[in-house]
């Protein structure tokens, strides 16, 4: 589980980075669209194959179905806000608000973590806070928008969390294309300037959609194999993966704080898989 939740991580982070740059040159909306449907076409598709068979109940697709509506808000407010802010302070923010929503679900439906787990999943919030730099240098802004994506993300994760372990990837499935549907909305109602696009924008987006339409099928494996909210914790390490890259490849500065955050990450990585 652990190994498949790191593999999600990883996805996210760096698609959450590839789509911003996208969405400097795009609409986020359309950004967003773009990428939703290059995860659709890998959802689909491994739903035919033998690893994406299953049997799911009406429960299951409702699920998927609320899922997909998280995935379209998480993924036009996380584009929107590193495009006009920085990935550096919009990303973890977007964490910290995604890990909490399964985590307490988790506990309400009485799912119970070893101690170490417990310590580990109480120390992911400062870990992802920290990565941002402890909310110094935040402006409101960017808080309010990496929180929206945040709770997107968190509905994503504790909607297919919810699903039953016979079903496949049906739900992962309609939830992706209930995303597109959402997304295709959201276009259309926003007019043309939308859907101004050009082949750098487009490619850039389709590429952030390929990472995380991998991301969602190993997050959907990963619950497969226990509970929702460690999965969910794991994979909301995302942002660390976006702030290496962003400081690799886009030069922005990390901070001791978030040097510390990341250090925290691992921590908590080990205290979660033990």
């Known amino acids: ?12 982070g760096l698609s959450d980075l590839i789509g911003g740059r996208a969405a400097r040159i795009l609409d986020p909306r359309l950004v967003a669209l773009v990428s939703q449907v290059c995860a659709t076409i890998i959802a689909c598709a ?25 995935a379209a808000a998480g993924n036009i407010l996380i584009y929107r806000g590193i495009a006009r802010h920085s990935a550096v302070s919009v990303a973890p923010v977007s964490g ?50 990496g929180s929206g994506a ?29 995303s597109v549907i959402t997304l295709i909305a959201a276009v259309g109602f926003a007019g043309a ?19 995380a339409g991998v991301a969602t099928v190993a997050f959907q494996f990963a619950v497969r194999l226990g509970a929702a909210g460690i999965a969910a914790a794991v994979t909301s390490m995302y942002p660390a993966v976006t702030v290496l890259a962003a400081a690799g490849f886009e030069r922005q500065s990390i901070t001791p704080r978030a040097g510390v955050g990341l250090g ?11």
């Open 96 to 145: 910290v608000t995604a890990v909490a929503i399964p985590v307490l679900v988790d506990l309400v439906t009485g799912v119970v973590p070893t101690v170490l787990q417990a310590v580990g999943l109480a120390l992911a919030l400062p870990a992802i806070w920290l990565v941002s730099g402890g909310g110094r240098g935040i402006s409101r802004a960017a808080l309010l928008i």
């Open 193 to 211: 300037a939308a859907r101004r696009a050009t082949v750098r924008g487009i490619r850039d987006a389709a590429a952030a959609g390929l990472l």
């Open 1 to 12: 589980m652990i190994g498949l939740s790191l593999v999600a991580a990883l996805g996210y």
């Open 264 to 274: 925290l990450c691992v921590v908590v990585l080990v205290l979660i898989a033990t």
């Open 150 to 178: 945040g709770a997107g993300f968190g509905m994503q994760f504790t909607c297919l969390g919810q699903t039953s372990p016979n079903a496949g990837l049906a739900p992962l499935a309609l939830a992706q294309t209930v």
């Open 46 to 70: 491994l739903l035919v194959s033998p690893i994406g068979a299953g049997s799911p109940t009406a429960h299951d697709l409702v699920w998927g179905a609320g899922a997909g509506l998280g």
